[in-house]
């Protein structure tokens, strides 16, 4: 059977089950989605044995004729079903995921000495084999740099996963049952119980309500990444250290300090205030409150199961002796372990209760501030102070350690123990470091508000010398620019109010609780002053080892054009360079630059800006770590070859350092089970370690000239359509449901900045949303084909040998050339016939972008010297989109025409009670239908 054939066996079996649930509720229902699927079928049929989207037009055109002849309830039924069919298509695929790497692990060389973890590319395993086998780098050499390297994943909440926390782990749960049923052979009785179970699964899948009624809060955002910590990371990553530790002596010689994570974890929820109104300073306080309530249950129980483990009465070291003899009243009078462990339980289970306490006062959540009943009754927690520091608890933890390890007991040393030391150096005693977020602005309008009470002037109003002069002089004097209590007295707005009490809120939270202040829309060096002096207003700095590190984000062309400029003037500046120890971390905005100046631009500013300010930073002996914000889709700088990409990353600017955001639907897709979290951990954590002995290819001047040329031809035809051409914004509103999104309420986060802006207002996710939905993929690729296209020879083959030659311009046309394969031509022309004004300039602008998107297509397969898109990134997804083509092609078709009959509505000035029923049901389909698209494409915002 070829690989594909055991992921096709899961999907019909799970289609079949699903088909038997609808047609036992709803016949008629379940024959317009047999016919609908067999017309998508024959559509894909069609299409693969030609490169011609017309031959594939008889089924789409059936498709769109039966979706004209459905009512309300029909379209809403035929929408459920097929939503429903991509989810289950893609846990078979989670499935088949795993199910894949261990059939690769299986084909080894026999002759190779199995490791733990895969001898393939790009995991730990093959990246020392390729090392040593290349003469990069000694053991030693490969050792040291992997135990100092640091990489940092940053949960976001951006609204890109469409689907319900309930529903996610339903889905879950049906990739876990078909890896049980592949144990069991096929008439045993446990297979039977499985496959009833499973029947139950998408029972109750069909059964519930998978539309979101209400807009998510922040705490809500905030539940949905603890639970991926509790529920999926809280195991995998000591499961993947115990590979990695393996590996690292079987590969190495040496084993990996007990201590040691090179990899962890920070979070965005509950501290990204940039144009979230809802992330308020006590929404803030609320969430670090509740990840610290969690992190201490998590570790009750795992001490609970450590309790149960060191029942040991005898041979102890000096310290532990004298650790245990420090303390009083425990029951555990001659097992010093358990008297241990019994004091850290004592002291966790007060932590728990001020938090809970804390939360009952705030939280309008039971599960934020629900009682703590989860763990063994632990008495005496009265009189014990409260467990807040890492350290402290680490002390307990590697006493304990090298007891055991000295004393003849290291396999007990090496089990539950081991796993608790290294969730503990992962994860802290508040499960992740929360990063604050804010626009630049917000800080200027604070400080203006400030100069002006103390009648100095209007802070902005200056120019950028003397913001500087004003700055630095009030970093170095010791007195605050007024008394933190008067706040409220000072005459100053409620914007002004909540920025100043947001750093009064963080001023009174354990720096432990805290990452990074992420400035936004950062511009100048003032910028990142300015937050330095409001931290140090609020007592935050580096002299009480509370300061937040700053980070400025460059998003716009323009800024990361002069991000480097404003970083030599940061570091020609003693006094910032020695108050941030000579480290500084700078954020690359993915997304809003690809949004400014279309994708070619913005991957070229991105590469020269990382460029020259690593070049800045070593000029000045700084440290600098680059933050990568990266969304899902490519158009937002996602990338679903995540080794490759690291490697591909301009020289000289990882170094072992990488810090990157993981969002929405990608959290999902990436940490969705315990097994594809371990290989996510892997593929991270190998690549980081890979680019370190990297030999990169340096641009030649004239591949330079012909970025440069490139950059400006596609910013221009990027920016011309997007910003001046008078039909773009009509066009782009009725060809796509970017105003229909707001009734999904999968964040909350407003869609715009500012709501009354138009498309440059609108965030950088609905932009790419709304595009994603139609099958155009416009954000991704527009301005590619006119930067592309040359007509002298000299230049193509010049092109044709950068591709060849320089992994990064490969990896960026190999990338879009994947996206390519997602456009529909026929499916986006569709919307256009059905949504668009039948005017000549609006249908000619359809016209316009379906040729762009030809042009496209074919000045990348001439930069290629193919016939038809390929490359890595195609070969990825090729299989993957066509299986899912039957499924989604009916929900474009629907999804064009339900937006059409809702908009003929909105139109009317009276509806009948009938239409009135009619046009929330049409509603309901519509909002089902983009969570279908969103499935079928893997990717959403």
Not at 22 to 32: A, M, W
Not at 843 to 859: A, C, D, F, H, N
């Amino acid at each position: 059977m070829d690989k594909w054939g055991p992921l096709l066996k899961d999907i019909e079996l799970l289609s079949g089950i699903l088909a038997d649930v609808v047609e036992s509720e709803n016949p008629r229902v379940h024959d317009l989605y047999t016919q609908l699927r067999d017309y998508g079928l024959e559509r894909a049929s069609a299409l693969s044995d030609c490169n011609d989207e017309t031959d594939g037009m008889e089924a789409l055109g059936k498709m769109i004729s039966l979706a004209k002849q459905l009512d309300a309830e029909e379209a809403y039924g035929v929408m459920r079903t097929f939503a429903m069919a991509l989810n289950l298509v893609n846990a078979a695929e989670v499935r088949h995921g795993v199910r894949s790497m261990k059939n690769r692990i299986g084909n080894q060389d026999p002759n190779e000495v199995f490791g733990p973890l895969p001898m393939v590319t790009d995991s730990m395993a093959g990246t020392f084999d390729a090392i040593l086998k290349q003469n990069l780098a000694s053991k030693d050499d490969i050792y040291e740099k992997l135990i100092s390297q640091k990489v940092e994943i940053v949960l976001t909440a951006h609204p890109t996963e469409v689907n319900r926390r309930t529903h996610l782990g339903k889905y879950r749960k049906v990739s876990e049952m078909l890896a049980y049923l592949e144990l069991h052979p096929k008439d045993s009785y446990e297979r039977s119980e499985a496959l009833l179970e499973l029947r139950r699964v998408i029972g109750s899948l069909w059964g519930s309500d998978e539309i979101r009624r209400t807009k998510p809060t922040v705490q809500t955002e905030a539940l949905g990444g603890i639970a991926i910590i509790e529920t999926v990371l809280w195991d995998a990553v000591p499961a993947y250290l115990r590979k990695l530790d393996a590996q690292c002596r079987l590969t190495l010689g040496k084993r990996l300090p007990i201590d040691n994570v090179p990899i962890r974890f920070a979070s965005w929820i509950g501290g990204d205030r940039d144009g979230n109104p809802n992330v308020t300073p006590m929404v803030t306080k609320e969430v670090v409150a509740v990840q610290r309530l969690r992190a201490a249950k998590l570790f009750l129980n795992d001490l609970n199961e450590l309790y149960g483990d060191l029942a040991i009465s005898s041979r102890y070291t000096p310290a532990m002796e004298k650790l245990a003899g420090q303390i009083k009243d425990s029951k555990d009078v001659r097992e010093k372990y358990r008297r241990v462990i019994g004091h850290i339980c004592q002291r966790l289970v007060k932590t728990v209760k001020i938090c809970e306490a804390e939360l009952l006062g705030m939280s309008h959540l039971p599960e934020l501030s629900s009682r703590s009943d989860n763990f063994r009754e632990v008495k005496g927690w009265e009189t014990v102070e409260p467990l807040w520091d890492a350290d402290e608890m680490m002390r307990y933890l590697r006493i304990m350690y090298d007891s055991l390890s000295d004393t003849g007991f290291q396999l007990l040393a090496d089990g539950t123990l081991l796993d608790i030391i290294r969730r503990l150096s992962t994860f802290g005693m508040t499960l992740v470091p929360l990063d604050i977020r804010e626009e630049s602005t917000k800080h200027t309008e604070a400080l203006d508000c400030i100069t002006r009470f103390l009648g100095i002037g209007s802070y902005k109003e200056w120019n950028e010398e003397t913001r500087l002069n004003f700055l630095q002089a009030e970093l170095a004097g010791k007195r605050p620019l007024f008394r933190s209590r008067d706040i409220h007295n000072m005459g100053f707005d409620n914007s002004v109010l909540n920025t100043l009490e947001t750093f009064s809120v963080i001023s009174s939270l354990k720096p432990d609780s805290l990452g990074a202040y992420v400035i936004s829309q950062a511009q100048t060096a003032s910028d990142v002053l300015a937050v330095m002096l409001l931290q140090k207003q609020f007592g935050m700095s580096p002299e009480n080892s509370n300061m937040m590190r700053v980070v400025p984000l460059f998003e716009t062309l323009t800024d990361l054009e002069n991000a480097p400029e404003k970083l030599e003037t940061l570091f020609s500046i003693p006094s910032y360079t020695g108050a941030v120890k000579s480290k500084q971390e700078v954020m690359v905005g993915y997304s809003d630059s690809a949004k400014d100046a279309g994708r070619l631009a913005a991957c070229w500013a991105q590469y020269n800006s990382q460029e020259e300010m690593a070049a800045v930073a070593k000029k000045y002996g700084i440290e600098i770590t680059f933050f990568h914000g990266k969304g899902g889709t490519v158009g937002r700088g996602g990338n679903p070859a995540l080794y490759r990409a690291i490697q591909s990353h301009p020289p000289n600017t990882i170094n072992g350092r990488f810090r990157v955001t993981e969002q929405g639907e990608m959290i999902t897709k990436n940490f969705g089970s315990v097994s594809v979290a371990e290989r996510t951990l892997d593929i991270y954590s190998s690549a980081v370690l890979r680019e370190s002995f990297t030999k990169h290819v340096e641009p030649k001047p004239e591949w330079r000239k012909q970025m440069k040329r490139i950059s400006k031809l596609s910013c221009d035809d990027y920016r011309f359509l997007v910003r001046e051409e008078p039909r773009f914004v009509p066009y782009f509103r009725q060809a796509t449901p970017e105003l229909e999104l707001g009734s999904l309420n999968i964040g909350s986060r407003p869609a715009k900045r500012n709501p009354k802006g138009g498309i440059e207002s609108l965030r950088a996710i609905p932009w790419t949303f709304a595009w994603t939905q139609t099958r155009t993929h416009l954000s991704a690729w527009l301005g590619v084909g006119a930067g592309l296209r040359v007509d002298d020879p000299v230049e193509l083959e010049l092109l044709q040998t950068m591709y060849k030659d320089w992994p990064w311009f490969r990896e960026t046309i190999d990338l879009i050339g994947m996206i390519l394969t997602k456009t529909d031509f026929s499916i986006a022309k569709n919307y256009d016939e059905q949504l668009v004004d039948k005017t000549d300039d609006l249908l000619s602008l359809g016209r316009e972008v379906r040729e762009k998107l030809v042009q496209t297509r074919q000045s990348v397969l001439a930069v290629t010297q193919s016939n038809k898109v390929a490359g890595a990134h195609v070969a990825l997804v090729s299989s993957s989109t066509t299986i899912r083509h039957p499924y989604v092609d009916p929900i474009n078709v629907f999804q064009a025409e339900l937006l059409k009959r809702l908009r003929s509505l909105e139109k009317k000035d009276k509806l009948s009670a009938e239409m009135a029923e009619d046009r929330e049901i049409l509603k309901n389909a519509l909002i089902v239908s983009i969570k279908g698209v969103a499935a079928g494409m893997r990717n959403s915002g």
